[in-house]
């Protein structure tokens, strides 16, 4: 039974106390564990009997039933019990709690990422809730950065939400970006995204970008100078009359869902250092012919943002520049 289930608890390389009443079972067990490669393992001299006997606290540490639901990221060796731990220490801000934060804000919860911020002015209207799954029709009228906040505590409650009730602007984006590990772009204007990228670059932080149109959608990371940036993709805003917004083309509800769940994808493996992350890689999604192609993209030695790390750009508005995609 102990090697049935010890790789959903450790790793090959974790520390693994076993004890008994006496421990002499446990003697067996651990080197029984040690011959199938766990070779931290130990037992429990005297078993719990001499602990007890020597007055010893007896109690589960405070954190390991809230492991429990973290039990299939442990039984993988790339993330293991090293791993969620790091998961539980890092922070992923997302920027829109809309179609592509929605998703991502979910399962980045569910993995347990110690804090996520939610960043949007925005409240929950009645159209949005055919593709932004984190609001319900009884939180209508909401801020919905308090309505993701509570769905998302819902889920797990041993994480932090922080809620940012704000527009992302020049004024405040610095601050916003500062605090946390990587950022989900999951904003839904051409504005907010150039000046995200203009802001990564002087905070240096990665950005896990995604966006949707129709039956269409896109996912790359932009690893501030060790790779392309948004820039380097697309190097000026539209004009306004190349970008309609959702309520003008439309979207189909599940599209958003799809790429968000790369977007939280992608986070992850930034946080833990696993895979082939999508930096020089832009991915594009068709869910009319259910086609999924890559797109190899460079850093442009003279792009107007990153082609200078000692000299980033500095942060501007663009709404006069193109209009906001609704």
């Known amino acids: 039974v102990l090697m049935d289930h010890i790789a959903e608890v450790a790793g090959p390389g974790d520390p693994v106390l076993v004890y008994c009443q006496v421990g002499l079972r446990s003697l067996k067990a651990a080197e029984m564990l040690r011959q199938a490669g766990y070779g931290e393992s130990v037992s429990l001299a005297g078993g719990v009997d001499a602990w007890r006997r020597y007055g010893l606290p007896w109690s589960t540490p405070d954190h390991q039933p809230e492991m429990a639901r973290y039990q299939r990221h442990l039984r993988l060796q790339e993330v293991g019990s090293p791993g969620q731990q790091k998961l539980l220490e890092s922070s992923v801000l997302i920027l829109g709690a809309g179609g592509l934060g929605s998703p991502a804000a979910l399962y980045l919860a569910a993995a347990g990422i110690g804090r996520i911020g939610l960043v949007d002015a925005d409240r929950v209207d ?22 993701g906040a509570r769905t ?3 889920l797990n409650p041993e994480i932090v939400v922080e809620t940012h009730e ?13 605090g946390y590990d990587v950022v989900i772009d999951g904003a839904d204007n051409f504005p907010t995204r150039y000046l995200l990228n203009d802001a990564s670059l002087i905070t240096r932080t990665p950005v896990v970008h995604g966006s949707v149109f129709r039956f269409e959608g896109q996912a790359s990371v932009f690893q501030p ?7 380097c993709l697309f190097p000026h805003p539209p004009p306004p009359e190349a970008a309609p917004n959702c309520a003008e083309a439309g979207v189909l509800g599940v599209l958003p869902g799809i790429i968000g769940t790369l977007q939280a994808t992608e986070a992850i493996k930034l946080l833990l250092g696993i895979g082939t992350s999508l930096v020089g890689t832009l991915l594009y999604y068709d869910s009319l012919e259910q086609t999924m192609d890559r797109f190899r993209v460079r850093r442009n030695p003279n792009c107007t943002a990153c082609s200078d790390p ?12 193109c209009r906001p995609m609704t």
């Open 225 to 231: 100078y060790e790779g392309p940036c948004y820039r």
């Open 310 to 321: 000692s000299d980033p750009p500095a942060l501007v508005e663009y709404d006069h520049l």
């Open 152 to 154: 998302l505590s819902d």
């Open 126 to 147: 009645l159209s949005n809730l055919q593709r932004q799954v984190i609001h319900t029709t009884a939180r209508v009228g909401e801020p919905k950065v308090t309505s």
């Open 166 to 178: 704000t527009r992302f602007s020049a004024n405040n984006a610095i601050d916003l970006l500062a």
